[in-house]
């Protein structure tokens, strides 16, 4: 792996580079130093501990697209091949090549494929990350690294219902091999409320999960001719806490 590292003007004299508070840039200086002969960092927070720099510096230089950051906490500089060209029989290919899939590159600048997840999350709020930006900020001990910096696991979205058809229905019934008429439970579930609803419990919440609920059916004996659905609520709340609707 080369040691020399070089820095083009290209970058480093635009606006968008000058602008950042001078800790940024002194970050950024000593990422490109100890990056790997790709631009990759393995420890981006050992090398802030390191140097003294603070999280707001690293949220400023992913905001401004100079750095991206992975799940993983490693970090790449964007630009490392307007910077550096690093001939190949010095050239050490980068161990980081899960996080080098997740690259596109053009004109010698790197972007993520996944580009919704270059996101800024800190406590401070709008006026605050402001401040940091220009120098001015207030405090530097209440905000946080980017997420992806501290290894964290973006938070999981919540799966729309989507409403099952009677054909769904009706080959859940035989594949579950369950009792229950799947015509009776399908009309159930679709017949508007007094609020003009369709898909909502004895209780008035939601359902989530069709399957959960024609288990539940099955077991407390509804659907069936001899047990209809209205004779159902001395029971519900019992049940309910036993097999919670996923």
């Given at each position: 792996m080369a040691d020399r590292r070089m820095f083009s003007k290209k970058i480093i004299d635009t606006d968008s580079f000058l602008?950042?508070?001078?800790t940024a840039r002194l970050l950024y200086f000593d990422l490109a130093m100890r990056a790997d002969d790709e631009g990759f960092i393995g420890s981006p927070k050992?090398?802030?501990r390191a140097t003294g720099a603070s999280n707001d510096d690293m949220n400023i230089l992913i905001m401004r697209k100079f750095v991206i950051p992975f799940d993983s906490g490693v970090v790449v500089i964007r630009h490392w091949k307007i910077h550096n060209y690093i001939q190949n029989d010095r050239f050490k290919p980068t161990v980081y090549t899960e996080e080098k899939a997740q690259l596109s590159e053009k004109n010698g600048v790197v972007s993520k494929l996944d580009t919704d997840c270059i996101q800024i999350v800190s406590k401070?709020?709008?006026q605050d990350?402001?401040?940091i930006e220009i120098?001015?900020?207030k405090s530097k001990d209440n905000s946080l690294p980017h997420p992806e910096v501290r290894g964290e696991e973006k938070p999981k979205k919540t799966r729309a219902f989507i409403p099952p058809t009677l054909e769904q229905i009706e080959?859940?019934?035989k594949e579950a091999n369950l009792n229950i008429d799947p015509v009776q439970f399908y009309t159930y579930f679709t017949t508007p409320n007094d609020a003009g609803q369709t898909w909502i419990d004895s209780l008035g919440k939601p359902v989530r999960n069709w399957k959960q609920k024609m288990q539940t059916w099955n077991k407390m004996g509804w659907g069936t001719p001899k047990a209809q659905p209205t004779d159902r609520y001395a029971?519900?709340?019992k049940l309910m806490e036993e097999t919670p609707d996923d």
């Open positions: 602008d950042m508070p001078a050992g090398v802030m401070v709020d709008t990350r402001l401040e120098g001015k900020s080959g859940y019934v029971n519900l709340k």
